[in-house]
C-alpha cells in the first residue's frame, strides 16, 4: 500500500510539474494562449471567463496526464530495449570441422 501511494504521489508530482509547463504558456501551451489572444484580436470577441477555465485549466490538465503517461511509456520502451540488449547473448565466429584421428 505504501508503494502504491509513492507512486501515486510521483505521477501526480510529473503531471503538476507538466500542466504547470502548459499554464506557464511553454511550447504548445504557449501557441494556445497566443492563438486564443490573436483569435479575439481578429474577430473581436470577448471569450467568457467559463471558456478560459475550460481551456486554460481543464485542457491543460488532461494534456499534462497524457504528458506524464508519454514521459513513463518512452522510459519503459527504452528500459525494455536495453534489457534486451543486455540480456540477448552475441555469438560471433563458426564451429570448425572436427576431424576423427
Known amino acids: 500500500m ?8 510521483r505521477f501526480l508530482n510529473a503531471v503538476f510539474w507538466h500542466w504547470q509547463s502548459w499554464l506557464g ?11 486564443v489572444y490573436v483569435y479575439q ?11 478560459y477555465i475550460a481551456i486554460f485549466m481543464v485542457a491543460f490538465l488532461f494534456a499534462a496526464f497524457f504528458a506524464a ?10 528500459a525494455e530495449q536495453k534489457y534486451k540488449e ?16
Open 25 to 35: 504558456g511553454s511550447g504548445f501551451g504557449g501557441a494556445i494562449v497566443v492563438g
Open 2 to 9: 505504501i508503494e502504491f501511494v509513492y507512486d501515486l504521489g
Open 86 to 101: 543486455l540480456t540477448t547473448p552475441i555469438i560471433k565466429g563458426g564451429i570448425e570441422a572436427i576431424r576423427a584421428v
Open 41 to 51: 484580436e481578429i474577430t473581436g470577441r470577448v471569450m467568457s471567463k467559463r471558456m
Open 69 to 78: 503517461w508519454r514521459d513513463q511509456y518512452h522510459a519503459t520502451i527504452t
